[in-house]
């Protein structure tokens, strides 16, 4: 039994070094940065040691705002995106012909480069002095003018960029989310149709709890992307998302180290640590949920 012990440690050396590498030390050397205060990183020298980078982050506008759009983006986005793929991959599974056909269609986006999906969906909600856009024409047929959604009000901009990261993230959770309601098995669904049971109680009764680590599992990444969202938001208004006030946590950060008011890399680094934080603690809030209504 020891020499197997030795055995599987040894098997598990070559990721416990990546791992080790490439996650632990970044994490561990990005958290003793974010308490060196005035840190050089061209000369590798700093004044002193303590919170002001975190007092300053969140203190600074620039963040908070960062912070409101990313929040918001995860309330929105993950539930709506998360019940759309549930809603589309029933009604995939019930269709028997061209099947295979839809599910390619539906999982299309997934494959597309998210910049010039971002292009797209710039050029379907952007004014021009040639043209209202796509949305505002369908918006006229109802009666109701013009909204300039990439440079306009805040809603009109956190519209789209909602929308933008739903029609991103869904295909992939389709195809979770299909693969999962196609290993259900099919014995439960027969007893309760002898039971004359509703279509309705099936679900969720039958359906949901059995594909419910599946939607879980979507859940937890889904907050996880959303959080670390910022090539979606770039895509739609620029490399400058702190003048379009449409910046996120992580392009908060890349500011800090490489944007226009970059070289502050201990601002960065406190930045990336309460991101790591804040998704830590809603992934742990997420795990002590599921082991109510998770069923494996």
């Known amino acids: 039994m020891e020499q197997n012990n030795k055995k599987g440690w040894l098997y598990l050396l070559p990721a416990m070094a990546f791992l080790g590498a490439f996650l632990v030390y970044p994490l561990v050397d990005v958290f003793i940065y974010s308490f060196e205060e005035g840190y050089n990183f061209a000369s590798q020298t700093y004044f002193g040691i303590g919170g002001y980078n975190y007092a300053y982050v969140l203190h600074d ?128 669904y027969n007893a309760a149709r002898v039971d004359g049971t509703s279509k309705g109680r099936i679900f969720w009764k039958i359906t949901l709890p059995m594909i419910s680590p599946s939607v879980f599992y979507l859940v937890i990444t889904g907050f996880i992307g959303a959080f670390k969202a910022y090539s979606d938001a770039v895509a739609l208004f620029g490399v400058d998302l702190n003048a379009a006030g449409m910046n996120t946590i992580v392009g908060y950060i890349y500011d800090m180290l490489y944007g226009n008011s970059g070289g502050y890399p201990s601002y960065a680094s406190a930045g990336a640590i309460v991101l790591f934080a804040i998704v830590l603690t809603i992934t742990c809030v997420n795990l002590l949920v599921s082991k109510k209504h998770v069923h494996y």
Do not use: H
């Open 61 to 188: 506008p620039y963040f908070l705002q960062a912070l409101k759009n990313t929040f918001l983006l995860v309330i929105i986005t993950v539930p709506l995106s998360t019940g759309l793929a549930l809603l589309i991959s029933v009604g995939l599974s019930s269709i028997e012909k061209l099947r295979e056909l839809y599910q390619t269609v539906y999982f299309l986006p997934y494959v597309t480069n998210t910049l010039a999906v971002g292009l797209v969906f710039m050029i379907l909600f952007q004014q021009t002095p040639y043209s209202d856009g796509l949305a505002n024409l369908v918006l006229g047929l109802f009666g109701l003018g013009p909204v300039d959604f990439i440079s306009g009000p805040y809603w009109a901009k956190m519209l789209v960029l909602c929308v933008y990261t739903v029609w991103v993230v869904m295909p992939f959770k389709i195809l979770i989310l299909t693969g999962a309601l196609a290993s259900v098995d099919q014995t439960y």
